[in-house]
């Protein structure tokens, strides 16, 4: 088997979570495989250390798990983005629509500098929402979006069109 | 600087937050510092190897930063454990008091086998209330605990007391 078809067979759907009519892709499986998670992290190290990132950004609270040990691989910082009340510290805020209501996700006003490339990561793309939220609090900050980073992308939402206008490089191992 | 001292020079300390009159310890400083977070995850693999886990549970969502560098360079299993409604699949469930009301953790039913010896992590031993729930939910599936690391303890909280009932092998980095 490719990586694509181990991580695709280590991933497990759960039916009408967190609502009705979503299969959720459940990666719990997968993160206790530990040779899978180092041939992951081997991987998206390498799609991105082209992209010459000078920090990771990554979203509350999936996109933690492969976040850090991407960040340790290349060496640079980590930056957690988060729902609205997580981060102890002053602010930045963006709140984006969402089928009913908005949601707002947050990082610290210290997160990054001006003229920083950022990478965004999160375990899955769905309609790119929350990344997309995240791209705005970094440019609110003065930096940029060097890329963007998933475990799962799911094609049908087509989040990637959503995205691309902040960064084109969107690299995914797995799409649906 | 020792690693302690080091540690202690990244953390920030955020008054009244989450509410008034508590101290946070904000340790977002500190993921910037990618040396400073090998050095970190180098010291939490060399004081838990010798109490061979067989898995780490690691407590959302701050518990995710460290747990998943720990996991990998243990090379074993790096499981989850998470407050109400947000793991997808079917869960165990464990509830504690809190000052006003109760707290529920939850983990996959599929998360620990019979046996097996687990490493609880987390950023922060406070009062060891969310650590204990943790150590109930690994009982509960016929597991047991072989060890609490944290990165910071508040010592006067006397968390140790109430968790070295489940493993007296209680180690952080950081005391205060």
Chains 1, 2 share one sequence.
Request: glycine fraction near 6%.
């Amino acid at each position: 088997m490719n990586l694509t078809e181990k991580i695709k067979a280590k991933i497990r759907e759960v039916k009408d979570f967190p609502k009705d009519g979503i299969q959720f892709k459940d990666i719990t499986p997968l993160l206790k495989d530990p040779v899978l998670c180092a041939d992951i992290t081997d991987e998206l190290m390498h799609q991105t250390i082209k992209l010459k990132p000078d920090a990771i950004a990554c979203l509350e609270s999936r996109g933690f798990w492969f976040g850090m040990l991407i960040a340790q691989r290349l060496q640079i910082p980590f930056i957690p983005i988060r729902k609205l009340g997580k981060l102890p510290y002053e602010t930045d805020k963006y709140s984006y629509s969402l089928e009913y209501g908005t949601a707002t996700m947050e990082v610290h006003t210290d997160a990054f500098k001006k003229g920083q490339r950022i990478l965004i990561h999160d375990d899955l793309l769905a309609t790119g929402g929350t990344a997309s939220a995240a791209a705005e609090l970094i440019k609110m900050q003065g930096a940029s979006v060097c890329g963007f980073i998933f475990l799962i992308e799911l094609s049908f939402l087509n989040g990637k069109e959503n995205i691309k206008k902040y960064c084109p490089d969107v690299v995914s191992l797995v799409g649906y």
